[in-house]
């Protein structure tokens, strides 16, 4: 969807060419080309446009007074507003995503075919991760789902924009080359996370995760194993199988291997794969009940991550993901409240909430995958908790952890990706709150600290080995409001998180 070009920017014919413009302390513009600079300035003199972040202005240079034919070739320059440069790098590439998405939301609005967008100079980051962050902020930006609305007779359909050209400048072209593959790969890669989440749940079922995991190995040579009700019956994955029970469908866990070498490390990746939350017979409210077809979203996260993967080959590690996949219906066999079940590591726990089903196929995920793939660092995705949005909002995925470099290098990762997160507390003081009557474990810990209780809950299944928790339930779908990423809808969160997480990873200190 992206390629780079070598041509001079202004003598490219195309629908829509597109410069960052930051502004300085003294309020002065800053643009890669002067001769652009220049033709703002009258702009900017009269008031009109001032480089803020999200502001934009759009020129027909073919129809300037004095315009010389030839000019510029493109129809339309569009000039992005970046703001004020930040003085971390973090922010910086922020900035630049949020620029890219802005140029993607104008091209989509004027309907362009044809994008060139010329890579800013002046943010101080190298030129891979200027291509990098507008690469993400483009392919993102410029995402729509469309699948189940006819192609409108109404022109005023948004469409996307069929190809962006990238000219590097005076960035070595191999730097821009490998930071364009990069962020396409991951971004691409968030899109399609989005495309799970945004199908519905009655065309997007356990069987679609399962669909879509011996796909991809298929394609890419990783390995795809997934294990049906009968399976999970002869391991004895009571979690998995006591949320199914009132479902017409079956549940699948999809197992996708990515080997390199025995001696090498091994991530595990679990992501809850819920296609639908009805909350069992502990019914949810009707009212926004047709969100739950998101409950999905940790699950699609994983896969999703493991398409980058697989298209990359990294080296040095290998990575494991399992997603547990069921909805969660109240049929007349379903789990009742009360049910005492039987999880993979022979631990029983009292379901007292039905709609408390997240952990409990997570953690026969965890169970079993720690068990068979003795990972050296764990990560789970899950839309677990309501209670992540009263603390943290819309904002930040809630992280718990029983490992302080993991967690930090989670935190760190995330930050770097625009994805950020906030830790919370593990301790035995909130585990108690897990104590049964009846069974070694009960499903909620009452009202107080309900995703720190759900997070215990999940750590009674993995032992000691270094394991985080990332809770997205307020962070998967309506997210923060971004250029790059849509108020409404999924937001592909954590995927690229997952990425770059695995494109730099090191063993965890002893
Ligand atoms: N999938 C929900 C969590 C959720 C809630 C995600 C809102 C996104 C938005 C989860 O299965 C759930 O229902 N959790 C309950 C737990 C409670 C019964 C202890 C919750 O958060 O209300
Ligand atoms: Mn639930
Ligand atoms: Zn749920």
């Not at 068979?372 to 899950?382: G, L, S, T, Y």
């Not at 474990?441 to 009452?446: Q, T, V």
Request: contains cysteine; proline residues 6%; charged residues 25%.
């Amino acid at each position: 969807m992206i390629s780079l070009t070598k041509k001079d920017p202004e003598k490219t014919a195309v629908d829509l060419l597109v410069y960052i413009v930051a502004r300085t302390d003294d309020k002065k513009l800053i643009c890669a080309r002067d001769s652009i600079r220049k033709r703002i300035l009258p702009v900017w003199r009269a008031g009109d446009f001032s480089g803020k972040a999200e502001e934009v202005l759009l020129l027909y240079p073919g129809s300037a007074p004095g315009a010389k034919a030839g000019d510029i070739k493109a129809k339309r320059l569009l000039v992005v507003g970046f703001g004020k440069v930040e003085e971390q790098p973090d922010p910086r590439r922020e900035q630049l995503r949020v620029a890219a998405g802005t140029a993607a939301a104008q091209a989509r609005k004027i309907k362009a075919g044809q994008v060139l967008v010329v890579l800013p100079d002046f943010t101080g980051l190298a030129g891979n991760e200027v291509a990098e962050c507008v690469a993400e902020g483009l392919v993102l930006g410029n995402y729509l789902f469309t699948k189940y609305k006819k192609p409108a007779d109404d022109e005023d359909v948004p469409r996307q924009v069929e190809k962006f050209l990238l000219s590097g400048g005076t960035f070595p072209p191999s730097l821009v080359e490998r930071g364009l593959r990069e962020g396409s790969t991951a971004a691409m890669a968030a899109c399609v996370a989005r495309d799970m989440a945004y199908e519905p749940a009655n065309y997007w079922t356990p069987a679609h995760f399962a669909d879509f995991g011996s796909k991809l190995a298929a394609r890419t040579g990783l390995k795809c194993t997934v294990l049906d009700k009968a399976d999970m019956k002869r391991l004895g994955m009571g979690g998995i199988l006591a949320v199914n029970q009132g479902s017409a469908l079956p549940p699948k866990l999809v197992i996708l291997e990515y080997r390199t070498r025995a001696k090498n490390p091994t991530l595990m990746l679990v992501g809850k794969g819920l296609t639908f939350d009805s909350g069992g017979l502990s019914l949810k409210p009707a009212a926004g009940m047709e969100d739950m077809k998101y409950d999905m979203c940790g699950g699609a996260a994983v896969l999703a991550a493991m398409q980058a993967v697989a298209e990359e080959k990294p080296q040095g590690l290998n990575v494991v993901a399992l997603v547990p996949a069921t909805d969660n219906m109240a049929g007349s066999a379903a789990l009742k409240p009360g049910d005492v079940i039987t999880h993979y590591n022979g631990r029983t726990c009292e379901v007292v909430n039905t709609d408390a089903e997240g952990r409990l196929i997570v953690a026969d995920a965890l169970a079993y995958g720690i068990k068979r793939f003795k990972p050296d660092a764990v990560i789970d995705v899950a839309t677990l908790t309501g209670a992540v949005i009263v603390g943290l909002g819309h904002h930040r995925t809630g992280l718990l952890s029983n490992n302080d470099a993991l967690a930090e290098r989670i935190i760190a990762t995330g930050g770097r990706c625009g994805e950020p997160l906030w830790r919370l507390p593990l301790g035995p003081e909130y585990t108690k709150q897990l104590k049964s009557d009846v069974a070694d474990l009960k499903n909620i810990g009452g009202k107080s600290a309900g995703t720190i209780t759900a997070a215990s809950f999940l750590q009674e299944f993995v032992g000691d080995t270094p394991w985080a928790h990332l809770d997205i339930a307020g962070t998967a779908w309506g997210f923060t409001e971004k250029p790059y990423i849509p108020a409404k809808g999924p937001s592909g969160i954590v995927t690229r998180t997952l990425i770059a997480l695995i494109r730099t990873w090191q063993p965890l200190q002893k």
